[in-house]
């Protein structure tokens, strides 16, 4: 597993003519495989619907995102799908679990869509679960788990198809800072054990330092590139 | 999976859910069961009739209540029919009296043992030529007016009343709204026209078997089919109309809620819609969840309407004057298989919807 990402030029506009917003401004960046890179900024700095684009949930008014060279902004449909299903593993802010589902349904939910081998599926997720703590949480509905149960979860599920790419939207936003540091050390070693891609949105500076660069955004716009002190 | 896991989850959400499925598929099928009672009602033992064509008297408009055949006619309706196998039969509504005092009518239809006139009995035994005071009597009769076979009733028609033995019971369903007793075409006449005397009429109609009898016609005769026969029972006709209507509207209009039903559900399920394309499942993917969930909740209600259905038919039977009501197999599994094939048109409707759901919705808002 060895990924590249390179993006170029990225622009987002929604809306047209006086109405129009710009999300993103011309951001390029690249990034190198076993990278862990954070990207900070203001509310409205256009962090995320960046992490969107390049998650395929999004298209890119403008520019270009290369995964292994291939140009993601240009997929649509089922080719889309195939993308978000076997390259990339989102985290999202609010978690975003199927709420009938217990944590380890949630986690099988990526094999069956996945089409996997559902015995190697459930050891997977044992293991997910068990590497976040979450082993002995693995029967409890997504409702019955606290806020920080269930962004361990949708962390595991993002895990869950062994992606190459790893996106992550705020993670620690609803743990504590014990948890949050917890968690992010493992989405590191995780990503650097793998020579994957971790990107990471976050308010949290102190998350951010973790990171082997830090990205700065400000009204759509790259404006600060920081390799951490520990990178 | 997902569909099924979330049924199991969501007990109370499907049960209400399955319980609309049940109630509109009861609604329907009770109405076509309805429709089909009444059809019955009208005339099943014409339907039962062991004929392929029917003889009227060609100055009766096809009405069994004014035909009346000579024996002259009958022998040419059976000389010129070309049928393989005829058989004259009598009608007449005569009154009883119930053992609740209540004076009801029923049909009366006159036979030759050994004909295609003859009905099966189910209990009891044939009339034979010697039993000028026996009676077969359908299971509705009986039913309505509380006797069996071995007891005696009195049939009144006109000033003249006579006291018959019922030999055996049937099940050939009631004749122009009534229910039916079947005896000797002697008897019939004695009674009808209060004389055996040459010249009395000798038959109302005439059975027929064969292949191309309906539509042929002779002097003082014309022949048609059992349904088109049917179909001129007197307020038939009317009655059809209004029973198809109910039908096709109870159809429509089940199927219409069924189906937006289930259009209703999977539009709110766009959240999770969104959750889901957004960690990479395909419009198919999410479609055939959707589809394995209404199918089931559909089958459910379904599986509980039919035999809610046939119950309430049984329990119905048992009452003195039932409602008319009656269920056909055909009318099980078409109404099942129709409020199915609405339930999947409402997922199949919702399709686009489905398709359009955006899965940057997942990430609940944007920056």
Known sequence: MSIRLKVENLEKIYGEGERAVHAVRGVSFATEPGEFVAIVGPSGSGKTTMLAMIGGLLTPTRGTIEVNGRDIARLRGKELAEYRRQKVGFVFQANNLLPYLTARENLLVMARINGSDLKAARARADQLLEELGLAARRDALATELSGGERQRVAIARALMNDPELVLVDEPTASLDSARGKQVVESLIAEVKGRDKLGLMVTHDMAMAEMADRVLEMHDGQLVAHTVAARG | ?367
């Open chain 2, 1 to 367: 999976m997902i569909g099924f896991l979330e049924i199991r989850r969501r007990k109370l959400q499907f049960a209400l859910v399955g319980l609309i499925v049940t109630l509109i598929s009861y609604l329907v099928l009770m109405i076509n069961g309805l429709g089909v009672g009444l059809n019955e009602q009208a005339g099943r033992a014409l339907r039962n009739f062991d004929a392929d064509a029917i003889a009227y008297s060609d100055r009766a408009g096809l009405s069994v209540i004014r035909s009346e055949l000579s024996a002259e006619t009958v022998e040419r309706i059976e000389a010129e029919s070309g049928a393989r196998e005829s058989a004259p039969l009598g009608y007449m509504a005569v009154n009883y009296t119930r053992n609740d005092g209540k004076v009801k009518s029923a049909a009366v239809l006159g036979y030759d043992p050994g004909t295609i006139g003859e009905p099966p009995v189910t209990e009891g035994r044939p009339l034979t030529p010697a039993d000028a005071d026996g009676l077969l009597a359908d299971r509705q009769f009986l039913r309505a007016s509380g006797l069996k076979v071995g007891d005696t009733v009195r049939l009144a028609i006109r000033l003249q009343e006579r006291e018959f033995t019922i030999v055996g019971e049937l099940n050939e369903g009631a004749f122009f709204f009534q229910p039916s007793v079947y005896m000797l075409r002697s008897t019939w006449q004695e009674m009808k026209y209060g004389t055996n005397a040459p010249g009395t009429p000798v038959a109302s109609v005439v059975l027929l078997k064969g292949d191309g009898l309906a539509g042929k016609r002779g002097a003082g005769w014309e022949a048609v089919s059992k349904s088109t026969a049917f179909a001129n029972i007197e307020g038939v006709s009317g009655q059809q109309s209004t029973v198809q209507a109910l039908q096709v509207f109870g159809y429509l209009i089940g199927g219409l809620v069924i189906g937006v039903f289930f259009y209703v559900l999977t539009l709110q399920k766009t959240p999770q819609i969104g959750v889901l394309k957004a960690v990479g499942a395909t419009t198919g993917f999410i479609f055939r969840q959707l589809l394995v969930q209404a199918l089931l909740v559909a089958l459910g209600g379904v599986a509980i309407a039919v035999p809610l259905a046939w119950l309430t038919n049984e329990g119905i039977k048992q009452v003195p004057d039932p409602v008319p009501i009656a269920f056909t197999t055909g009318t099980f599994v078409t109404t099942s298989a129709l409020l199915l094939l609405m339930a999947v048109l409402g997922v199949l409707f919702s399709g686009r919807q489905v398709a359009k759901v955006d899965p940057i919705i997942a990430l609940g808002q944007q920056q």
